[in-house]
């Protein structure tokens, strides 16, 4: 197990843009101990552990950002980073980073993706989000995000009752989530119990 610790691994991402913004999912289950960083020329720090291994990252955007107006979130298995660029009126990057790099863990979000000629028609990204629920990058917590550890903090109930669906947590469970205590169980005893009464 050691030898797994000391291994950092890149997450998957998913990208996509509108002339204003960028758009990135960090697609990691079970995370925990999550950081995250971004300063105004548009670097970009990532640090997780799930189920064992560290997944990092550390690279530059292609452009510089807007701090003020960007913004974070943890949905369901993901981490979504609502970035929004210094320059609203440019053209479209032509790639996530800075760097000219192929990384085969970078990948285009096709299913938000909408070509620069099209945009007026498309929907406005982001417009599904729970902005009660989105924390701003940089400020008194960072890094590690001002208490953000995990999943333990800004979800709301929906996504909690998303995550029952994907994985009931019990007794047969054996993927790391007995340290979270008798408290936990005991809560889905009781929905399992109610769900049964119905």
């Known amino acids: 197990m050691a030898a797994a610790a000391s291994q950092t691994l890149f997450p998957e991402i998913k990208w996509a843009q509108r002339k204003d913004r ?12 999550h950081k995250i960083d971004l300063n105004a020329e548009g670097q970009l720090k990532f640090q997780a552990e799930s189920h064992g ?28 980073l609502n970035i929004v660029k210094k320059d609203e009126d440019a053209s479209y990057w032509p790639r996530l980073t800075k760097e000219k790099i192929k990384n085969t863990h970078i990948q285009a979000d096709w299913s938000k993706w909408v070509d620069e000629d099209e945009e007026d028609e498309a929907k406005p990204l982001g417009d599904d989000w729970n902005q009660d629920n989105m924390n701003a990058f940089g400020g008194g917590g960072m890094p590690g995000m001002g208490g953000m550890g995990g999943m333990d903090g800004g979800d709301s109930d929906d996504e909690e009752e ?37």
């Open 22 to 33: 960028v758009f990135i999912t960090i697609e990691l289950a079970d995370f925990e101990n």
């Open 53 to 80: 291994h560290t997944y990092a990252f550390d690279f530059a955007l292609f452009e510089e950002v807007n701090m003020d107006e960007s913004k974070w979130n943890t949905k369901g298995r993901n981490i979504i």
């Open 162 to 198: 998303e995550e029952e669906h994907e994985h009931v947590h019990g007794e047969h469970c054996d993927h790391g989530h007995e340290q979270e205590g008798a408290e936990k169980n005991a809560d889905l005893g009781d929905l399992d119990k109610e769900e049964e009464a119905q």
